[in-house]
């Protein structure tokens, strides 16, 4: 759906306008087109005590082709990027900033006491104006909870506060996430990094991800703008919108296709299976018989090695005006239907080792939503589960992560009246509405054969959404 408003202030009027008058001015993000470099720029490193992950960062920036400058105070750079092959330099001098750069990357991991907070201070207070429009913040440290003191972790923990309020005040389309990075999984990084560094990430900021040790085998795809190639993926709900938009992504990324979604949109689904290249399944996911058909269908293709939740429905009312068949209805699609098809999944081998599942939950599980009492329990519910079925999943090789989409521009929400329509698009640290594709590349980071590092995580895909913020 198109959004004057954006459209408008980047008018060359509209810009004049909006400056004369103090009205806010979104940029139209950076997304990815396929071909492009993970970072077009320089990269500016920093750190704080005794950063235990530049060689690990030196790795990635060299696999990436990205340059590399160093903040003055991190010296232990330039010699370990020069054992790397990377091409780097030094950044400012006299206590001058030095050039523009897209993308800061701080290693918080060896900082074990807040009095070494200063480095923060110095780095972002030193390079915040000098990063580009669309530019990416990134921040590493180590899990609080795996911390060996309590004052590692405090301030580790504390990386939370400056990451989110970061996010909030560069403004220019900037994004900034936190990356906790457990130890021994220093080799986990790079899918991330590809991602959160990559315009994939352009309408996920403000989030915190935890890498921890692989669930189940990894493989560093040989392309990887063909990190799928040669796996098979189911997609649920994959006739239009979102998921359309994730069984497209799948597909350009090599994927065979399954795309399942309900009888009433068997033309759209026929459609969207056939311009990928895939198979079709009309499918109610909350029948009772669903999960033993989901199972039959898998064993047929020889187990899938991505399964990505995304069917849903909503059923509005509030809850004192809600029939009861509505509450069922919700919450048997959204929530309980994922939780048998995952067992009987599991349980029967239809999902090959190292397996990949993926859950759509939404903001409104997050932070509530008025007159969505079933709908914001089922998503809800749909982190609970991520969050609790991880490590019984690890222990079988599996990952199972989630996103939750803010205001993303599709059917649906074109149909909301005008003047919340427009709030949702605006109450971000992006000031604008996401799109199906932002959705789907957040999918496709999770569905990747280089992410056996990350389980359990929720990633919030809304630009920052004052909602549940």
């Given at each position: 759906m198109n959004d004057?408003?954006?459209?408008?202030?980047?008018?060359p009027f509209g810009n004049w306008l909006a400056k004369s008058v103090g009205l806010p001015k979104p940029l139209v993000l950076e997304r990815y087109q396929a071909g492009q470099p993970v970072v077009r720029g320089s990269v500016?490193?920093?750190?704080?005590?005794?950063?235990?992950?530049?060689?690990?960062?030196?790795?990635?920036?060299?696999?990436?082709?990205?340059?590399?400058?160093?903040?003055p105070q991190l010296r232990p750079w330039l010699p370990i990027a020069n054992q790397a092959g990377l091409l780097t330099g030094g950044w400012g001098a006299d206590g001058a900033p030095g050039e523009k750069v897209k993308a800061l990357v701080f290693d918080a991991s060896g900082m074990d006491d807040s009095t070494q907070s200063d480095a923060l201070y110095a780095f972002f207070h030193d390079s915040a104006r000098s990063l580009l429009p669309c530019g990416r913040v990134l921040i590493l440290g180590r899990p609080p909870e795996g911390c060996s003191s309590p004052r590692k972790a405090t301030v580790q923990r504390a990386l939370e506060?400056?990451?989110?309020?970061?996010?909030?005040?560069?403004?220019r389309a900037i994004t900034v996430q936190l990356i906790y990075v457990a130890q021994g999984a220093e080799d986990q990084i790079e899918s991330s990094l590809r991602f959160f560094l990559s315009p994939r990430s352009a309408y996920v900021t403000g989030q915190v991800v935890r890498i921890g040790l692989p669930a189940g085998p990894q493989h560093i795809p040989a392309d990887w703008d063909r990190s799928l190639a040669g796996k098979k993926v189911l997609v649920t709900g994959a006739s239009r919108g979102i998921g359309a938009a994730i069984a497209q992504a799948m597909a350009q990324?090599?994927?065979?296709?399954?795309?399942?979604?309900?009888?009433?949109s068997q033309p759209g689904l026929d459609r969207m299976a056939a311009s990928v290249g895939g198979s079709a399944i009309e499918l109610d996911i909350g029948a009772e018989d669903a999960p033993q058909k989901l199972v039959a269908a898998g064993l047929a293709q020889g187990g899938w090695d991505v399964v990505v939740h995304n069917a849903g429905i909503t059923r509005d009312k509030t809850l004192a005006n809600m029939a009861p068949h509505l509450w069922q209805a919700v919450v048997n699609v959204n929530l309980s239907a994922q939780e048998r098809s995952i067992d009987a999944l599991v349980e029967s081998?239809?999902?090959?080792?190292?397996?990949?599942?993926?859950?759509?939950?939404?903001?409104?599980g997050i932070a509530g939503n008025m007159g969505q009492t079933n709908?914001?329990?089922?998503?809800?519910?749909?982190?609970?589960?991520?969050?609790?079925?991880?490590?019984?999943?690890?222990?079988?090789?599996?990952s199972i992560n989630a996103v939750a989409p803010g205001f993303i521009e599709t059917q649906m929400t074109a149909a909301v009246p005008f003047a919340l329509r427009e709030a949702g698009r605006r109450m971000n640290s992006l000031s604008q509405g996401g799109l199906p594709q932002d959705v789907a590349e957040a999918i496709l980071w999770f569905a990747s054969p280089a992410s056996a590092g990350l389980n359990g995580n929720?990633?919030?895909?809304?630009?920052?959404?004052?909602?549940?913020?």
């Open positions: 004057s408003y954006l459209d408008f202030v980047n008018s500016l490193v920093g750190g704080g005590g005794a950063p235990q992950l530049l060689e690990a960062l030196a790795r990635v920036f060299k696999n990436i082709g990205a340059q590399t400058l160093a903040h506060g400056l990451s989110r309020s970061l996010a909030k005040e560069l403004k990324a090599g994927a065979t296709l399954t795309c399942l979604d309900v009888a009433q081998g239809a999902l090959q080792a190292g397996a990949r599942i993926v859950c759509v939950s939404s903001i409104s709908y914001a329990f089922s998503k809800a519910g749909v982190i609970g589960m991520v969050q609790s079925m991880a490590p019984l999943l690890a222990a079988r090789g599996i929720v990633v919030r895909v809304c630009g920052q959404s004052l909602i549940g913020a």
